[in-house]
Protein backbone atom coordinates (compact mmCIF):
# COMPACT_ATOMS: atom_id res chain seq x y z
CA UNK A 1 0.00 0.00 0.00
CA UNK A 2 1.07 3.19 -1.32
CA UNK A 3 2.19 5.49 2.15
CA UNK A 4 1.01 8.59 3.38
CA UNK A 5 4.43 10.18 2.99
CA UNK A 6 4.31 9.36 -0.96
CA UNK A 7 0.68 10.98 -1.19
CA UNK A 8 1.89 13.98 0.93
CA UNK A 9 5.03 14.42 -1.51
CA UNK A 10 2.80 15.07 -4.62
CA UNK A 11 0.70 17.53 -2.70
CA UNK A 12 3.61 19.26 -2.57
CA UNK A 13 4.93 19.09 -6.02
CA UNK A 14 1.98 19.40 -8.12
CA UNK A 15 0.64 22.70 -9.24
CA UNK A 16 -2.96 23.18 -7.77
CA UNK A 17 -5.14 24.86 -9.97
CA UNK A 18 -7.05 28.49 -9.77
CA UNK A 19 -7.34 29.28 -13.05
CA UNK A 20 -10.70 29.44 -15.45
CA UNK A 21 -10.79 27.34 -18.50
CA UNK A 22 -12.06 29.85 -21.18
CA UNK A 23 -12.01 29.91 -25.00
CA UNK A 24 -9.04 27.11 -24.86
CA UNK A 25 -7.10 29.47 -22.48
CA UNK A 26 -6.35 29.85 -19.16
CA UNK A 27 -7.34 32.96 -17.15
CA UNK A 28 -7.29 34.91 -13.82
CA UNK A 29 -10.68 36.48 -14.64
CA UNK A 30 -11.73 39.70 -15.48
CA UNK A 31 -12.13 41.31 -12.22
CA UNK A 32 -8.90 39.25 -10.94
CA UNK A 33 -10.90 38.20 -7.90
CA UNK A 34 -10.49 34.82 -6.36
CA UNK A 35 -12.10 32.91 -3.35
CA UNK A 36 -9.82 31.29 -0.32
CA UNK A 37 -10.07 27.48 -1.09
CA UNK A 38 -9.78 25.56 2.03
CA UNK A 39 -8.90 21.78 2.51
CA UNK A 40 -11.04 20.12 5.24
CA UNK A 41 -8.14 17.95 6.29
CA UNK A 42 -6.59 20.61 8.31
CA UNK A 43 -8.69 23.59 8.08
CA UNK A 44 -6.05 25.51 6.22
CA UNK A 45 -6.15 27.27 2.82
CA UNK A 46 -5.11 25.15 0.08
CA UNK A 47 -5.01 27.78 -2.42
CA UNK A 48 -7.17 30.38 -4.10
CA UNK A 49 -9.26 30.20 -7.09
CA UNK A 50 -10.86 32.63 -9.44
CA UNK A 51 -13.58 34.34 -8.04
CA UNK A 52 -15.98 33.64 -11.80
CA UNK A 53 -18.83 35.97 -11.96
CA UNK A 54 -21.27 37.05 -15.04
CA UNK A 55 -18.50 38.46 -16.86
CA UNK A 56 -16.72 34.82 -17.25
CA UNK A 57 -19.74 33.33 -17.53
CA UNK A 58 -20.55 35.38 -20.52
CA UNK A 59 -16.93 34.84 -22.03
CA UNK A 60 -17.50 31.06 -21.59
CA UNK A 61 -20.81 31.01 -23.19
CA UNK A 62 -19.93 32.89 -25.86
CA UNK A 63 -16.79 30.77 -26.34
CA UNK A 64 -19.72 28.00 -26.68
CA UNK A 65 -21.51 29.33 -28.80
CA UNK A 66 -18.89 29.88 -31.51
CA UNK A 67 -17.51 26.67 -31.05
CA UNK A 68 -21.22 25.26 -31.54
CA UNK A 69 -21.96 27.09 -34.29
CA UNK A 70 -18.72 26.92 -36.35
CA UNK A 71 -18.93 23.10 -36.05
CA UNK A 72 -15.83 22.51 -34.57
CA UNK A 73 -16.42 19.98 -32.83
CA UNK A 74 -20.83 19.29 -33.15
CA UNK A 75 -19.53 18.63 -37.09
CA UNK A 76 -16.29 16.49 -36.17
CA UNK A 77 -16.56 12.93 -37.55
CA UNK A 78 -17.82 10.79 -35.06
CA UNK A 79 -14.47 8.83 -35.11
CA UNK A 80 -12.37 11.51 -34.60
CA UNK A 81 -14.53 12.49 -31.62
CA UNK A 82 -14.00 9.19 -29.92
CA UNK A 83 -10.65 9.00 -30.65
CA UNK A 84 -10.25 12.78 -28.95
CA UNK A 85 -12.63 11.98 -25.53
CA UNK A 86 -10.60 8.42 -25.40
CA UNK A 87 -7.14 10.48 -25.36
CA UNK A 88 -8.63 12.75 -22.67
CA UNK A 89 -9.26 9.27 -20.88
CA UNK A 90 -5.86 8.30 -21.57
CA UNK A 91 -4.51 12.06 -20.20
CA UNK A 92 -6.16 11.53 -16.87
CA UNK A 93 -5.67 7.87 -16.59
CA UNK A 94 -1.64 8.93 -16.69
CA UNK A 95 -2.38 11.56 -14.03
CA UNK A 96 -4.66 9.38 -11.54
CA UNK A 97 -2.43 10.38 -8.78
CA UNK A 98 -2.63 13.86 -9.14
CA UNK A 99 -6.63 13.93 -9.57
CA UNK A 100 -7.08 11.83 -6.74
CA UNK A 101 -4.48 14.09 -4.13
CA UNK A 102 -6.60 16.96 -5.81
CA UNK A 103 -10.11 15.69 -4.79
CA UNK A 104 -8.46 14.22 -1.02
CA UNK A 105 -7.66 17.56 -0.24
CA UNK A 106 -10.41 19.48 -2.13
CA UNK A 107 -13.20 17.23 0.05
CA UNK A 108 -11.69 15.36 2.91
CA UNK A 109 -12.09 12.35 1.23
CA UNK A 110 -10.00 9.62 2.20
CA UNK A 111 -7.74 8.84 -0.58
CA UNK A 112 -8.09 5.40 -1.28
CA UNK A 113 -11.93 6.09 -1.76
CA UNK A 114 -10.42 9.00 -4.68
CA UNK A 115 -8.06 6.33 -6.27
CA UNK A 116 -9.76 3.38 -6.04
CA UNK A 117 -13.49 4.47 -6.68
CA UNK A 118 -13.96 8.33 -7.82
CA UNK A 119 -11.43 8.93 -10.17
CA UNK A 120 -11.25 5.50 -12.06
CA UNK A 121 -15.23 6.27 -12.09
CA UNK A 122 -15.30 9.23 -13.98
CA UNK A 123 -12.95 8.10 -16.53
CA UNK A 124 -15.04 4.74 -16.78
CA UNK A 125 -17.82 6.98 -17.52
CA UNK A 126 -15.88 9.27 -19.99
CA UNK A 127 -15.08 6.11 -21.88
CA UNK A 128 -18.39 4.76 -21.56
CA UNK A 129 -19.59 7.88 -23.68
CA UNK A 130 -16.84 7.88 -26.30
CA UNK A 131 -17.90 3.84 -26.96
CA UNK A 132 -21.75 4.91 -26.78
CA UNK A 133 -21.76 8.41 -29.08
CA UNK A 134 -21.81 6.39 -32.33
CA UNK A 135 -24.38 3.66 -31.45
CA UNK A 136 -27.45 6.26 -31.04
CA UNK A 137 -29.91 5.66 -33.88
CA UNK A 138 -32.98 7.83 -35.23
CA UNK A 139 -35.84 6.16 -36.23
CA UNK A 140 -37.79 6.07 -39.75
CA UNK A 141 -41.49 6.15 -39.51
CA UNK A 142 -43.92 3.99 -41.63
CA UNK A 143 -43.84 4.30 -45.29
CA UNK A 144 -46.11 6.47 -47.01
CA UNK A 145 -45.92 5.58 -51.16
CA UNK A 146 -44.68 9.45 -51.73
CA UNK A 147 -42.55 10.22 -48.73
CA UNK A 148 -40.04 9.27 -46.49
CA UNK A 149 -40.02 10.45 -43.39
CA UNK A 150 -37.13 10.07 -40.60
CA UNK A 151 -36.29 11.23 -36.47
CA UNK A 152 -32.64 11.97 -35.80
CA UNK A 153 -31.27 13.31 -32.90
CA UNK A 154 -29.69 16.86 -32.87
CA UNK A 155 -27.19 18.43 -29.99
CA UNK A 156 -28.76 20.99 -27.95
CA UNK A 157 -26.07 23.56 -28.07
CA UNK A 158 -23.99 25.11 -25.33
CA UNK A 159 -24.87 22.93 -21.61
CA UNK A 160 -24.39 24.47 -18.22
CA UNK A 161 -23.03 21.91 -15.94
CA UNK A 162 -23.72 22.97 -12.46
CA UNK A 163 -22.36 19.98 -10.50
CA UNK A 164 -21.81 19.08 -6.21
CA UNK A 165 -18.84 18.50 -4.05
CA UNK A 166 -19.32 15.46 -2.91
CA UNK A 167 -18.29 13.55 -5.66
CA UNK A 168 -16.76 16.07 -8.13
CA UNK A 169 -14.92 14.92 -11.03
CA UNK A 170 -17.72 11.88 -11.12
CA UNK A 171 -20.57 13.29 -10.97
CA UNK A 172 -19.26 16.24 -13.40
CA UNK A 173 -18.26 13.35 -15.99
CA UNK A 174 -21.90 12.09 -16.00
CA UNK A 175 -22.68 15.33 -17.16
CA UNK A 176 -19.72 16.27 -19.41
CA UNK A 177 -18.97 13.11 -20.84
CA UNK A 178 -22.66 12.62 -22.64
CA UNK A 179 -23.21 15.97 -23.50
CA UNK A 180 -19.69 16.57 -25.22
CA UNK A 181 -20.68 13.01 -26.99
CA UNK A 182 -23.78 14.54 -28.42
CA UNK A 183 -21.45 17.62 -29.91
CA UNK A 184 -22.77 20.07 -27.49
CA UNK A 185 -20.35 22.49 -26.00
CA UNK A 186 -20.17 22.58 -22.25
CA UNK A 187 -19.97 25.42 -19.45
CA UNK A 188 -18.76 23.59 -16.64
CA UNK A 189 -19.40 25.42 -12.89
CA UNK A 190 -17.57 22.98 -10.19
CA UNK A 191 -19.26 24.20 -6.30
CA UNK A 192 -16.99 26.45 -5.30
CA UNK A 193 -16.17 24.11 -2.15
CA UNK A 194 -14.04 21.28 -4.42
CA UNK A 195 -13.27 23.21 -7.92
CA UNK A 196 -10.05 21.62 -8.15
CA UNK A 197 -10.47 18.88 -10.14
CA UNK A 198 -12.43 20.24 -12.61
CA UNK A 199 -9.87 22.47 -13.42
CA UNK A 200 -7.48 20.20 -13.71
CA UNK A 201 -10.18 18.16 -16.14
CA UNK A 202 -10.79 21.40 -18.88
CA UNK A 203 -6.70 21.85 -18.42
CA UNK A 204 -6.47 18.29 -20.05
CA UNK A 205 -9.17 18.41 -22.71
CA UNK A 206 -7.46 21.26 -24.10
CA UNK A 207 -4.32 18.80 -24.41
CA UNK A 208 -6.53 15.97 -25.71
CA UNK A 209 -7.37 18.28 -28.46
CA UNK A 210 -10.85 19.50 -27.73
CA UNK A 211 -11.44 22.41 -30.03
CA UNK A 212 -11.30 26.17 -27.75
CA UNK A 213 -14.90 26.75 -26.36
CA UNK A 214 -15.70 23.15 -26.30
CA UNK A 215 -15.31 22.36 -22.31
CA UNK A 216 -15.31 25.91 -20.41
CA UNK A 217 -14.26 25.66 -16.32
CA UNK A 218 -15.86 28.77 -14.56
CA UNK A 219 -15.31 28.62 -10.62
CA UNK A 220 -17.04 30.68 -8.84
CA UNK A 221 -19.80 30.86 -6.08
CA UNK A 222 -23.07 29.59 -6.88
CA UNK A 223 -25.17 33.07 -6.08
CA UNK A 224 -22.68 34.78 -8.66
CA UNK A 225 -21.55 32.28 -11.25
CA UNK A 226 -24.28 29.50 -11.04
CA UNK A 227 -26.83 32.33 -11.09
CA UNK A 228 -25.31 33.68 -13.97
CA UNK A 229 -24.96 30.91 -16.18
CA UNK A 230 -28.52 29.82 -15.18
CA UNK A 231 -30.15 33.12 -16.03
CA UNK A 232 -27.87 33.18 -19.63
CA UNK A 233 -30.45 33.51 -22.50
CA UNK A 234 -27.79 31.71 -24.55
CA UNK A 235 -27.70 28.59 -22.35
CA UNK A 236 -29.49 25.80 -23.89
CA UNK A 237 -30.03 23.68 -20.77
CA UNK A 238 -28.58 23.60 -17.02
CA UNK A 239 -27.69 19.84 -16.02
CA UNK A 240 -27.79 19.75 -12.35
CA UNK A 241 -26.31 17.94 -8.94
CA UNK A 242 -27.15 19.62 -5.74
CA UNK A 243 -29.84 20.54 -3.17
CA UNK A 244 -33.54 21.19 -3.95
CA UNK A 245 -33.46 24.49 -2.84
CA UNK A 246 -30.98 25.38 -5.64
CA UNK A 247 -32.94 23.07 -8.04
CA UNK A 248 -35.77 25.33 -7.44
CA UNK A 249 -33.77 28.70 -7.85
CA UNK A 250 -32.66 26.76 -11.41
CA UNK A 251 -36.25 26.47 -12.16
CA UNK A 252 -37.47 29.67 -11.49
CA UNK A 253 -34.13 31.40 -13.57
CA UNK A 254 -35.46 29.39 -16.60
CA UNK A 255 -38.71 31.22 -16.53
CA UNK A 256 -37.08 33.99 -15.80
CA UNK A 257 -34.51 33.77 -18.70
CA UNK A 258 -35.22 31.58 -22.26
CA UNK A 259 -37.22 28.94 -20.67
CA UNK A 260 -33.94 26.30 -21.23
CA UNK A 261 -34.20 22.77 -19.81
CA UNK A 262 -33.26 22.21 -16.77
CA UNK A 263 -32.46 18.36 -15.47
CA UNK A 264 -32.33 18.20 -11.86
CA UNK A 265 -30.53 15.20 -9.21
CA UNK A 266 -31.73 16.82 -6.02
CA UNK A 267 -31.52 15.21 -2.59
CA UNK A 268 -32.81 12.13 -0.89
CA UNK A 269 -33.64 10.54 2.48
CA UNK A 270 -33.56 7.21 1.26
CA UNK A 271 -34.60 4.18 3.14
CA UNK A 272 -32.68 1.11 3.51
CA UNK A 273 -35.06 -1.62 4.98
CA UNK A 274 -34.02 -5.14 6.56
CA UNK A 275 -36.79 -7.58 6.31
CA UNK A 276 -36.67 -10.29 9.13
CA UNK A 277 -35.86 -12.98 6.53
CA UNK A 278 -33.01 -11.03 5.98
CA UNK A 279 -30.56 -13.66 3.81
CA UNK A 280 -27.14 -12.31 5.38
CA UNK A 281 -27.49 -9.93 8.26
CA UNK A 282 -24.23 -9.69 8.32
CA UNK A 283 -23.62 -8.68 5.04
CA UNK A 284 -26.70 -6.44 5.23
CA UNK A 285 -25.33 -5.06 8.56
CA UNK A 286 -22.05 -4.13 6.94
CA UNK A 287 -23.65 -2.85 3.79
CA UNK A 288 -25.99 -0.75 6.13
CA UNK A 289 -23.21 1.39 7.59
CA UNK A 290 -21.43 1.66 4.40
CA UNK A 291 -24.18 3.10 2.78
CA UNK A 292 -24.74 5.90 5.42
CA UNK A 293 -20.92 6.68 6.23
CA UNK A 294 -19.49 5.85 3.38
CA UNK A 295 -18.14 9.41 2.08
CA UNK A 296 -18.68 10.69 5.68
CA UNK A 297 -22.52 10.42 4.88
CA UNK A 298 -22.02 13.08 2.10
CA UNK A 299 -23.93 10.69 -0.43
CA UNK A 300 -27.58 11.81 -2.36
CA UNK A 301 -28.20 7.81 -2.35
CA UNK A 302 -26.83 7.46 1.36
CA UNK A 303 -29.25 4.88 3.23
CA UNK A 304 -30.30 7.51 6.15
CA UNK A 305 -33.38 6.04 7.37
CA UNK A 306 -32.30 2.33 8.57
CA UNK A 307 -35.79 0.42 9.04
CA UNK A 308 -35.98 -3.07 10.87
CA UNK A 309 -38.57 -5.50 11.28
CA UNK A 310 -39.05 -5.60 15.12
CA UNK A 311 -37.93 -9.27 15.23
CA UNK A 312 -34.78 -9.08 14.62
CA UNK A 313 -34.06 -5.19 15.22
CA UNK A 314 -31.88 -5.61 18.38
CA UNK A 315 -29.97 -8.61 16.81
CA UNK A 316 -29.13 -5.95 14.06
CA UNK A 317 -28.89 -3.20 15.62
CA UNK A 318 -25.98 -4.90 17.80
CA UNK A 319 -24.28 -6.43 14.37
CA UNK A 320 -24.20 -2.61 12.79
CA UNK A 321 -23.00 -1.02 15.88
CA UNK A 322 -20.09 -3.33 15.87
CA UNK A 323 -19.56 -2.62 12.47
CA UNK A 324 -19.90 1.12 12.18
CA UNK A 325 -17.63 1.16 15.64
CA UNK A 326 -14.66 0.48 13.46
CA UNK A 327 -15.06 3.24 11.00
CA UNK A 328 -12.64 5.83 12.70
CA UNK A 329 -12.01 9.27 10.79
CA UNK A 330 -8.35 9.62 9.88
CA UNK A 331 -5.59 11.78 7.70
CA UNK A 332 -7.62 11.67 4.19
CA UNK A 333 -3.76 11.42 2.67
CA UNK A 334 -3.49 7.81 4.80
CA UNK A 335 -3.84 5.43 2.26
CA UNK A 336 -5.53 3.33 5.56
CA UNK A 337 -7.96 5.77 6.35
CA UNK A 338 -11.71 4.88 6.16
CA UNK A 339 -13.92 7.80 7.00
CA UNK A 340 -12.46 11.23 6.08
CA UNK A 341 -13.47 15.13 6.67
CA UNK A 342 -16.32 16.74 6.08
CA UNK A 343 -16.00 19.00 3.12
CA UNK A 344 -16.64 22.07 5.30
CA UNK A 345 -16.87 24.12 8.52
CA UNK A 346 -20.63 24.29 7.28
CA UNK A 347 -21.60 21.38 6.68
CA UNK A 348 -19.81 19.26 9.38
CA UNK A 349 -21.92 22.31 11.94
CA UNK A 350 -25.04 20.91 10.09
CA UNK A 351 -24.65 17.43 11.27
CA UNK A 352 -23.85 18.56 14.63
CA UNK A 353 -27.28 20.45 14.48
CA UNK A 354 -29.59 17.51 13.29
CA UNK A 355 -27.64 15.56 16.17
CA UNK A 356 -28.88 17.54 19.21
CA UNK A 357 -32.45 18.09 17.36
CA UNK A 358 -32.30 14.29 16.98
CA UNK A 359 -31.63 14.10 21.08
CA UNK A 360 -34.28 16.42 21.60
CA UNK A 361 -36.88 15.05 19.93
CA UNK A 362 -36.12 11.76 21.83
CA UNK A 363 -33.81 9.95 19.56
CA UNK A 364 -31.81 7.19 21.34
CA UNK A 365 -28.28 7.61 20.73
CA UNK A 366 -26.39 4.40 20.14
CA UNK A 367 -23.26 5.67 18.48
CA UNK A 368 -21.21 8.98 17.70
CA UNK A 369 -22.81 11.71 18.14
CA UNK A 370 -19.34 14.20 18.62
CA UNK A 371 -17.01 16.16 16.49
CA UNK A 372 -13.12 14.54 16.54
CA UNK A 373 -9.97 14.99 15.47
CA UNK A 374 -10.33 18.57 16.51
CA UNK A 375 -6.53 18.52 16.99
CA UNK A 376 -6.08 18.35 13.29
CA UNK A 377 -8.23 22.04 12.48
CA UNK A 378 -9.73 19.96 10.46
CA UNK A 379 -13.90 18.99 10.59
CA UNK A 380 -14.60 15.51 11.24
CA UNK A 381 -17.59 14.04 12.51
CA UNK A 382 -18.00 10.30 14.13
CA UNK A 383 -20.43 7.83 12.95
CA UNK A 384 -23.77 8.17 14.40
CA UNK A 385 -26.74 6.12 14.71
CA UNK A 386 -29.96 7.15 16.75
CA UNK A 387 -31.96 4.29 17.70
CA UNK A 388 -36.14 4.24 18.13
CA UNK A 389 -36.36 7.50 15.68
CA UNK A 390 -39.98 7.88 14.85
CA UNK A 391 -40.96 8.33 11.00
CA UNK A 392 -42.17 12.22 11.60
CA UNK A 393 -39.28 13.01 13.61
CA UNK A 394 -36.74 15.82 12.21
CA UNK A 395 -34.01 13.23 11.86
CA UNK A 396 -36.32 11.05 9.72
CA UNK A 397 -37.52 13.43 6.90
CA UNK A 398 -35.16 15.75 6.59
CA UNK A 399 -31.03 14.96 4.44
CA UNK A 400 -28.56 15.74 6.55
CA UNK A 401 -25.97 14.83 4.30
CA UNK A 402 -23.60 13.54 7.01
CA UNK A 403 -22.90 10.76 8.98
CA UNK A 404 -25.82 10.32 10.97
CA UNK A 405 -28.58 7.25 10.52
CA UNK A 406 -31.70 7.21 11.56
CA UNK A 407 -33.17 3.59 12.57
CA UNK A 408 -37.23 3.20 12.82
CA UNK A 409 -38.63 -0.20 13.62
CA UNK A 410 -41.74 -1.59 12.10
CA UNK A 411 -43.88 -4.58 12.30
CA UNK A 412 -45.20 -5.34 9.00
CA UNK A 413 -43.92 -5.17 5.49
CA UNK A 414 -46.91 -3.06 4.19
CA UNK A 415 -45.66 -0.88 7.18
CA UNK A 416 -42.15 -0.48 6.06
CA UNK A 417 -43.43 0.47 2.41
CA UNK A 418 -45.56 3.02 4.13
CA UNK A 419 -42.95 4.63 6.26
CA UNK A 420 -40.43 4.46 3.02
CA UNK A 421 -43.12 6.33 0.59
CA UNK A 422 -43.87 8.91 3.53
CA UNK A 423 -41.29 11.23 2.00
CA UNK A 424 -41.23 14.12 -0.26
CA UNK A 425 -38.00 12.58 -1.49
CA UNK A 426 -37.34 9.47 -3.85
CA UNK A 427 -34.16 9.02 -4.94
CA UNK A 428 -33.14 5.00 -3.62
CA UNK A 429 -34.25 2.45 -1.52
CA UNK A 430 -32.75 -0.84 -0.89
CA UNK A 431 -34.45 -4.22 0.86
CA UNK A 432 -32.99 -7.45 2.18
CA UNK A 433 -35.32 -10.91 2.04
CA UNK A 434 -35.50 -14.12 0.76
CA UNK A 435 -39.24 -13.48 -0.45
CA UNK A 436 -39.33 -13.23 -3.87
CA UNK A 437 -42.58 -12.03 -4.14
CA UNK A 438 -42.16 -9.14 -1.20
CA UNK A 439 -38.57 -8.13 -3.31
CA UNK A 440 -41.00 -7.66 -6.03
CA UNK A 441 -44.07 -6.25 -4.59
CA UNK A 442 -41.87 -3.52 -2.44
CA UNK A 443 -39.39 -2.99 -5.44
CA UNK A 444 -42.39 -2.01 -7.27
CA UNK A 445 -44.42 -0.09 -4.73
CA UNK A 446 -41.61 2.05 -3.18
CA UNK A 447 -41.70 5.43 -4.74
CA UNK A 448 -37.79 5.88 -6.26
CA UNK A 449 -35.73 5.92 -9.31
CA UNK A 450 -33.55 3.10 -7.70
CA UNK A 451 -34.50 0.27 -5.42
CA UNK A 452 -31.53 -2.24 -4.62
CA UNK A 453 -32.59 -5.69 -3.74
CA UNK A 454 -30.09 -7.72 -1.21
CA UNK A 455 -27.44 -5.17 -1.97
CA UNK A 456 -26.95 -0.97 -1.56
CA UNK A 457 -26.22 0.80 -4.50
CA UNK A 458 -25.78 -2.21 -6.36
CA UNK A 459 -25.63 -0.92 -9.89
CA UNK A 460 -23.05 1.03 -12.31
CA UNK A 461 -22.86 3.21 -15.52
CA UNK A 462 -25.11 1.07 -17.64
CA UNK A 463 -28.28 1.90 -15.55
CA UNK A 464 -29.40 5.00 -15.54
CA UNK A 465 -29.62 7.47 -12.14
CA UNK A 466 -32.40 9.28 -11.21
CA UNK A 467 -34.89 10.15 -8.77
CA UNK A 468 -38.76 10.66 -8.15
CA UNK A 469 -40.54 13.74 -6.71
CA UNK A 470 -38.66 15.79 -5.21
CA UNK A 471 -35.48 14.23 -5.84
CA UNK A 472 -35.51 15.88 -8.92
CA UNK A 473 -36.06 14.62 -12.85
CA UNK A 474 -33.76 13.72 -15.71
CA UNK A 475 -31.36 10.97 -15.76
CA UNK A 476 -27.80 10.67 -15.41
CA UNK A 477 -25.92 7.29 -16.76
CA UNK A 478 -26.41 5.02 -19.38
CA UNK A 479 -27.18 5.57 -22.67
CA UNK A 480 -30.82 7.53 -21.58
CA UNK A 481 -28.42 10.23 -20.44
CA UNK A 482 -27.46 11.05 -23.84
CA UNK A 483 -30.70 11.97 -25.32
CA UNK A 484 -30.92 14.64 -22.72
CA UNK A 485 -28.36 16.85 -24.54
CA UNK A 486 -30.22 16.31 -27.68
CA UNK A 487 -33.17 17.47 -29.95
CA UNK A 488 -35.35 14.96 -31.76
CA UNK A 489 -35.72 16.02 -35.30
CA UNK A 490 -38.39 14.82 -37.77
CA UNK A 491 -37.67 15.22 -41.37
CA UNK A 492 -40.16 13.90 -44.27
CA UNK A 493 -38.93 14.13 -47.79
CA UNK A 494 -42.32 14.31 -50.10
CA UNK A 495 -41.28 12.66 -53.78
Wanted: aromatic share 8%; proline share 5%.
Amino acid sequence: MTSLAHFEAIARSIRIPGEAVIDGKLVAGASGETFDNITPRNGRILNRVVRGGAAEIDAAVASGRRAFEDGSWRKLHYRDKKKTLLKLADLMEREIETFAVLESLDVGKPISNALGGDIPNAIRTLRYYAEALDKIYGEVGPEAPDRFSFAVHEPLGVIGAIVPWNFPLHMAMWKVAPALAMGNSVVLKPAEQSPLTALKLGELALQAGLPAGVLNVVPGLGAEAGKALALHNDVDMIAFTGSGAVGKLLMQYSGQSNLKRVSLELGGKSPHIIFADCPDLDRAATEAAWGIFYNSGQVCTAGSRLLVQEPIADDFLDRLIRISSKIVAGDPLEPATLSGAMVSEEQMKTALRYIETAKREGGALALGGSRTRTESGGFYVEPTVFDQVRPEATLAREEVFGPVLAVTRFKEPDDAIRIANDSNYGLAAGLWTKDIGLAHRAAREIRAGLVWVNGWDSCDITMPFGGFKQSGFGRDRSLHALHKYADLKSVSITF
